[in-house]
């Protein structure tokens, strides 16, 4: 697991490509599908580390993403369609914020990560 981590949580494409082979070259022996299956998927793994760190551990707590993806498509599935684009992102950041309200258990850094995703898109956040 810890193998692992090192690939996903290097800063740059190149320092997580030379963990990938670091854990290709010690893990291929005995299991050597899991290398395989970060090669075959990696362009869409790589655009996780454009990410700064705060956003990218929020994204590798899988439970809070799946919990998140659930909330915000229930959302979209009971409104059917939108006026604007901008109803839209309205509607949506209200849900975010509902959701995040209820998490029994908040995630580590979550104020840090919202802070960075609010700089990053700026120009589509709804101005309340």
């Known amino acids: 697991m810890a193998d692992l981590q090192k690939i996903y949580r290097g800063g ?3 320092e997580a490509e030379l963990r990938l082979e ?5 893990w291929d022996a005995k299991y050597p599908d899991i290398a395989q299956a970060w090669r075959r998927n990696w362009e869409r793994l790589v655009p996780f580390l ?6 990218r551990r929020v994204i ?11 909330g ?3 959302i979209i599935k009971n409104r059917g369609s939108f006026r604007t684009d901008e109803v839209a992102l309205k509607l949506l950041y209200l849900a975010l914020k509902n959701i995040t309200q209820r998490w029994a258990m908040p995630i580590k ?10 700089i990053i898109f700026e120009a589509i956040m709804p101005a309340f």
């Open 72 to 74: 915000l498509r229930k």
């Open 22 to 26: 670091e854990f290709a070259e010690k």
């Open 60 to 70: 590798y707590t899988t439970n809070a993403v799946e919990s998140t993806n659930m």
């Open 12 to 14: 740059t494409r190149d």
């Open 109 to 118: 850094d979550w104020r840090a990560a919202l802070n960075r995703f609010a």
């Open 50 to 55: 454009a990410y700064p760190e705060e956003i």
